[in-house]
């Protein structure tokens, strides 16, 4: 169910839209006051025909089946919107329960429409006990062409209760990544970065992916100048591992060195492995890179770029053994520190 914000209308429809639910909202205040008046008059015993038909507690007398059905359309209609309103609203301080009420709220929508349909069947006479059984629920179902309704609603149910994913989990789905906004009793709806909404028939999603039922992990490459001391720069990356983690407090494990990744065209690739919430996995990429420029350019570490060289080259620096000893040492520990971080394909990175 969608909740309500107010937004300046900007078109035509915009208005026609407010100009429909206020009138909505003004006769359904009006219905509840005859309905109150009437339910006096009937407990008072001096109730009319006009009570009879709006009052639909009171058995008695023969009531005008317009009337009585106008009263069952605003009063069950209303009452399915009000309790929607309130799951929808307790579904907002939850996590794990918010998909079983939002499916609870589907449920009760559906189940007004056909229970005023029956009802309102039964304000004109129509024998609908006769007409379930002569016909069957499942026959009458199946004679509407809803097996894929059904299918939708079975595979909502095992959607919610299995957990196989949240709403404001971010999954993927035939190649549509994005958050999941609701999980209905038919459909589930999931929203892109750019607040595009997909629309999935539940029946429909027979593969998925879940990023963030796990940690995920993140890897990313700095690229530094051939000439540059592969060991001098390891043990500066030593030093410095620790002030990345605590300049970027949603990192959850490493970040850790993984070594050389690629021997480029202009320079050497370097790796770093660190894992995150998935929600948070891009810009903990992009505070990587900005602490390593940081770092780089701090200690005259040079990166990489295509110009034309019309100088003498740059003499670099090599590294001391001290400096050697240190880096050695320093990537057998990352390797043995990161062993438990499950590894991204070349591919993937």
């Not at 300046?8 to 003004?26: A, F, H, R, S």
Request: aromatic letters at 10%; glycine letters at 6%; hydrophobic letters at 45%.
């Amino acid at each position: 169910m969608k909740s309500f914000k107010f937004e300046k209308p900007k078109t035509v429809q915009d208005y026609v839209d407010i100009i429909l639910k206020i009138t909505g909202l003004i006769l359904l205040v009006v219905y509840f006051v005859f309905f109150f008046i009437s339910l006096q008059r009937c407990i008072n015993g001096v109730p009319s025909e006009f009570d009879l038909a709006i009052y639909l507690f009171s058995g008695a007398g023969n009531p005008n089946p317009w009337l009585r059905s106008l009263s069952l359309i605003f009063f069950i209609l209303s009452v399915s919107f009000v309790v929607r309103l309130v799951l929808n609203f307790f579904g907002h301080f939850l996590k794990k329960g918010r998909a079983i009420l939002n499916l609870l709220a589907s449920l009760i929508k559906y189940a007004a429409v056909l229970v005023l349909i029956f009802l309102i069947l039964g304000a004109f006479k129509v024998d609908t006990v006769t007409l379930l059984v002569s016909a069957g629920v499942v026959s009458l179902v199946i004679g509407l062409g809803a097996q894929s309704l059904i299918s939708d609603v079975i595979a909502g149910l095992f959607i919610v209760f299995e957990e196989v994913f949240e709403i404001g989990d971010i999954i993927v789905v035939d190649g549509f990544r994005g958050t999941v906004k609701e999980i209905g009793i038919r459909t589930t709806q999931i929203v892109d970065w750019s607040g595009n909404i997909k629309v999935v028939n539940n029946s429909d999603i027979r593969s998925l992916v879940n990023m963030t039922s796990e940690l995920s992990a993140t890897m990313v490459t700095i690229d530094i100048e051939y000439g540059e001391s592969i060991e001098k720069v390891e043990s500066i990356i030593k030093d410095n591992l620790n002030r990345i983690k605590e300049n970027i407090p949603s990192i959850i494990e490493g970040p850790f060195y993984k070594g050389v990744a690629n021997l480029g065209e202009s320079g050497v690739s370097l790796a770093f492995l660190a894992t995150c919430k998935e929600t948070e996995r891009f810009q903990v990429e992009r505070d990587i890179r900005r602490e390593l420029k940081i770092i780089f350019d701090e200690n005259n570490i040079g990166i990489p770029f295509p110009q034309v060289t019309i100088n003498q080259p740059k003499n670099f620096a090599d590294a001391t053994k001290k400096e050697k000893k240190a880096a050695e040492e320093f990537v057998k520990e990352q390797k043995e520190a990161s062993k438990t971080v499950p590894e991204i394909p070349p591919e993937n990175k």
